[in-house]
């Protein structure tokens, strides 16, 4: 028995041992994402109606959408306003004045009257004067999707979400959290989102009537504009006072208008819509396009569409291609040919030659002759472009770092004219 | 519960394995003494195997008495060893490791030496670590206890790094790795042994993903970091040589 006792004495010495020690211990594990909090800063609808007016020019630093009207280049600083530019010597382009509108994405012009939306307005304003323009009508809410920014409504009481004051942060959350999205998280004590640092960069802004990025298309007298949901129309058969009309809904999420002739090429994320608009204020459906989910701005030439897609955006592509179609047959356009790119963004046609902008890529000046051999005659490399409007032998570009133009006589050898470079702040 | 009657069970068989060996002792009438291994002892008629496997045969009336003394391994004070372990590791969850010690004995009871191991833990990493150990006796059968530190190497499995992130780690950070604790030792010839210990192992580590722009596809510049801190109870078996 005292043998046997000794004998165990170890084994029951380290079993008690090892019974309090495993009572204390713990495991960690935790996933640590560097982000940033969002905390909505809001403006007073007052305020923000009150501040459209011509100021002096003054630096780029978010080039946005892009049009031209007459000698003008009127530049989109995105939610600021607009910059005008004298473009009377491409070589030698002048910012001569600077529109001032809060939340000011989109714009196109008819008879001297621009037409611009301004947070959840339109307002249209008499241009002829850049130096003095003036308000004419405001169309108040008709914008409502603008109330919303990065998921956050605005307030009311406290008027419009018009920035937010940013903060650094680390998102942790424990390994294998089923709950964990990793992408977003709302914090409604203080109203604030907290967004993974995912991105340094903006996603391009919507730019051009005539560049494929326009979310505002202006035919005759009638103007469309992409809402949630569908297309808002509005008459400006009265140029001054612009005049709601319907909403009609399209089962899309449209992300371009590209007006030809009198029809409306939507591009969506899921395809290319068309709609006959014979009766301005009550497009028809007429034929479409399906493609893999991405972003797709379009141009048209006669009956010849150009769609770029672009893998990897905000739309969740996963393809990078130029789609040229046969629209001759509106109600069933057709697929031609599929050419492979690297990171397609704005497109832009005149005749038969073709400019696709490829982001980090550079810049394509395209020979589309034979839309079934498409010959790219140059790309510039150095170049973030994102937007393009060709115009009577000048293309204007709109890149990350400015504002370029380029004498495209030559497809082979595209002259640089000028550039209106960013200033980053 | 049942990972201690394991401890139990593997604690009693290498008791069995290195049951403690005597020798039976001769002790003459005349002085002289003679030990070996008794085989026969019957009518007067004692037979003897001595350790150079000699047979010795005597008369029972020669003999003062006969008396079994124990034999001690034969321990040098100083000179290399290797050790080579294997258990579990149970806290939150389970897991094994493995470990391979070289060093240097002195004093008998003093070993000093550096090792590397497999730990296959909820994440994988290898251990590099100095290893110290201290026997409290020179008997046959002792207790020792042992403590080291060094640096853990994460070397993820597919499956682990994939229940964080969908891609495999940019960078692997290595970080602290502590154990300690007590075992029981059984010493079988010269310095050889078999050992079972229980104690308490640590090994923290990162592993980090580089974020990428979800508009560019390419690379921030900055990374999402995930942190392991495991502690752990281990127990293990080992032999020595």
Redesign the interface.
């Known amino acids: 028995m005292y043998v046997a006792s000794t004998r165990m004495l170890p084994a029951a010495l380290l079993a008690v041992y090892l019974f309090v020690l495993s009572s204390c211990l713990k495991d960690k594990c935790s996933n640590s994402i560097p982000s940033k909090v969002y905390t909505p800063v809001f403006t007073s609808f007052e305020s923000i109606r009150s501040a459209v007016r011509s100021e002096s020019p003054r630096d780029i630093e978010s080039p946005g959408k892009l049009y031209l009207y007459g000698k003008y280049i009127y530049l989109n600083e995105l939610n600021k306003g607009i910059h005008v530019i004298d473009n009377t010597n491409p070589s030698s382009p002048q910012k001569i004045a600077f529109i001032n509108i809060p939340g000011n994405v989109d714009l196109v012009i008819k008879d001297n009257v621009m037409y611009a939306d301004s947070y959840i307005d339109l307002v249209a304003l008499d241009v002829k004067d850049p130096h003095h323009i003036h308000e004419t009508k405001r169309l108040e809410g008709v914008f409502p999707q603008r109330q919303y920014e990065l998921g956050i409504v605005s307030d009311a009481g406290q008027g419009i979400i018009t920035g937010f004051n940013v903060k650094d942060t680390v998102l942790t959350n424990l390994c294998n959290n089923t709950n964990w999205n990793g992408d977003y998280l709302y914090t409604s004590v203080n109203n604030s989102v907290t967004i993974p640092n995912k991105s340094l960069t903006t996603a391009p802004s919507p730019t051009g009537k005539a560049g494929s990025y326009a979310r505002f298309g202006l035919v005759d007298n009638t103007l469309y504009t992409v809402a949630s949901g569908g297309i808002q129309v509005f008459s400006v058969q009265n140029v001054q006072e612009p005049e709601r009309k319907n909403n009609f809904q399209v089962n899309a999420e449209i992300e371009t208008i590209f007006p030809a002739n009198h029809y409306l090429f939507l591009g969506t994320t899921t395809g290319m819509l068309i709609y006959d608009i014979s009766n301005p204020e009550v497009p028809a459906a007429l034929g479409a396009f399906s493609h893999w989910r991405a972003c797709d701005p379009v141009v048209v030439n006669g009956s010849t569409a150009y769609v770029t897609l672009r893998a990897g955006s905000n739309c969740g592509g996963i393809t990078n291609e130029l789609d040229v179609l046969n629209v001759e047959d509106l109600k069933n356009p057709t697929l031609l040919k599929i050419y492979r790119l690297t990171s397609p963004y704005g497109v832009g046609v005149d005749g038969n030659k073709l400019f696709v902008c490829e982001g980090p890529a550079g810049l394509n000046f395209m020979d589309a002759t034979d839309p079934m051999n498409i010959i790219t005659k140059k790309t510039i490399t150095n170049i973030n472009a994102y937007d393009v409007i060709p115009n009577n032998n000048i293309l204007l570009v709109t890149a990350r770092d400015g504002f370029y133009q380029y004498d495209y006589t030559n497809l082979s050898e595209p002259a640089l004219l000028s550039k209106i470079g960013v200033v980053s702040k | 519960m049942k990972?201690?009657l394991l401890?139990?069970a593997a604690?009693?068989t290498m008791?069995g394995l290195t049951a403690q060996r005597k020798l039976d002792v001769l002790y003459f009438k005349n002085g002289s003494v003679i030990r070996g291994h008794i085989f026969l002892n019957k009518e007067g008629v004692v037979k003897i195997e001595n350790r150079v496997k000699d047979t010795l045969v005597f008369s029972s009336s020669e003999m003062d008495s006969i008396k079994q003394e124990q034999v001690y391994p034969k321990i040098t004070s100083n000179g290399f060893y290797n050790i080579d372990e294997g258990g579990l590791q149970?806290?939150?969850?389970k897991g094994s490791v493995w470990r391979c010690i070289v060093g240097y004995r002195f004093a008998y009871q003093y070993q000093v030496g550096v090792g590397i191991g497999l730990d296959d833990y909820?994440?994988r990493s290898v251990p590099v670590f100095g290893d110290f150990r201290y026997d409290f006796s020179k008997a046959e059968?002792t207790?020792f206890s042992y403590a080291g530190g060094g640096m853990a190497f994460p070397w993820l499995t597919r499956k682990q790094w994939g229940?964080?992130n969908t891609k495999e780690p940019d960078k692997n950070i290595a970080g602290a790795y502590v154990h300690a604790g007590?075992?029981?030792k059984f010493r079988w010839r010269y310095n050889s042994s078999l050992h079972?210990?229980?104690?308490?192992s640590h090994a923290a580590f990162k592993t980090k993903n580089e974020?990428?722009?979800?508009?560019?596809?390419?690379p921030?510049g900055?990374?999402?970091?995930?942190?392991?801190?495991?502690?752990?109870?281990t127990?293990m078996m080992g032999l020595t040589l």
């Open positions: 990972y201690i401890l139990g604690l009693l008791q149970i806290s939150d969850r909820q994440a059968r207790f229940a964080q007590v075992g029981y079972i210990s229980a104690g308490y974020l990428i722009d979800w508009t560019t596809r390419q921030l900055i990374f999402s970091t995930t942190d392991y801190s495991f502690n752990r109870v127990v």
